[in-house]
């Protein structure tokens, strides 16, 4: 079972590109698996929708720690490195053009040697879809339909779409990813539609904030969803969970123990790291996750 990290930076002159550079580096020299980083384009003041990965529905975060591009953190995360996966913990695909966004993974995994996990799922935030100009109604559909699309792109050597939201004639696209058929799709969100989605489309799923019991019955639907569509967990399909942002070592320690007996492929801890002591709390926990 791998250990990777999620990092949710906020963009500050003390979370800048230093730091994320600085942490890639401890995740790997101290044997995490990955880095990943978390997506929201806009945040605002107030608004009516539900979290759905809280019990009170509210969001943890505040307005002005809006997350820097999670691509460019990537980026910088994979310059740094040689070894170290990044991933998207996740992207929030609908928010985006599937043809742009083929490029930019594309293109991420080709200068990250194929280290790239697309993390992808459809948002919660319907005041966010609004100031960007973006239906939220039918995003679900519209997701499927963009994932079609950019593996068409990734795959094809003159590919072309024809679909209810998307359609070009027959075009060129480069590059084409180094990872083939193309970097892994894991589809985030605990909902059984997302556990449907990820069967269906994707190559693992992403599941946010489960604790042991949770996961197992989770799992259970995966599977069913899974054999419904004649495939199953021991063919290449993964399984991460993300904690959330549990903040005390013995907590995150605890929730790995509790989570590892069921067979995640990765657990992702999310640490409020110190800017001046991340490596020194990262090797702290190194030991007692078994790394």
Avoid at 117 to 146: N, Q, V
Avoid at 169 to 179: A, D, L
Avoid at 256 to 268: K, L, M, S, Y
Wanted: hydrophobic content about 45%; glycine content about 10%.
């Amino acid at each position: 079972m791998r250990i990777g990290v999620a990092q949710w930076v906020d963009g500050s002159p003390a979370r800048g590109l230093e730091f994320v550079q600085e942490l890639a580096v401890a995740l790997e020299d101290l044997g995490y698996a990955s880095y990943w980083a978390a997506d929201h384009v806009v945040l605002m003041d107030h608004f009516t929708s539900r979290y759905p990965y809280a019990h009170d529905g509210a969001f943890p975060f505040q307005p002005d720690q809006a997350f820097l591009e999670p691509l460019h953190v990537m980026g910088a995360a994979a310059a740094a490195t040689t070894r170290l996966r990044v991933g998207t913990g996740v992207d929030i695909l609908p928010l985006r053009n599937p043809v742009v966004r083929a490029k930019d993974i594309a293109t991420l995994d080709v200068l990250s040697h194929g280290r790239v996990d697309y993390g992808i799922g459809i948002g919660w935030l319907r005041e966010e879809f609004e100031a960007l100009g973006m239906p939220f109604e039918r995003r679900g559909p519209r997701c499927d339909e963009m994932l079609a699309v950019m593996k068409a792109l990734w795959t094809m050597d003159r590919p072309a779409f024809s679909g209810e939201f998307y359609r070009f004639p027959e075009v060129t696209f480069w590059p084409k990813p180094s990872q083939e058929p193309h970097p892994p799709i894991l589809v985030g969100g605990n909902s059984r539609a997302a556990m449907r989605r990820a069967a269906r489309l994707g190559d693992g799923w992403y599941a946010l904030g489960l604790d042991g019991a949770q996961l197992a019955e989770h799992l259970v639907a995966l599977d069913a969803e899974l054999a419904a569509v004649g495939r199953g967990r021991d063919e290449g399909f993964a399984v991460h969970v993300a904690s959330g942002g549990l903040a005390d070592p013995q907590a995150i320690v605890e929730y790995v123990r509790d989570i590892a007996p069921h067979g995640p492929d990765e657990v992702i801890i999310g640490p409020p790291l110190s800017r001046r002591r991340f490596r020194e709390q990262l090797e702290a926990l190194a030991g007692p996750l078994g790394l």
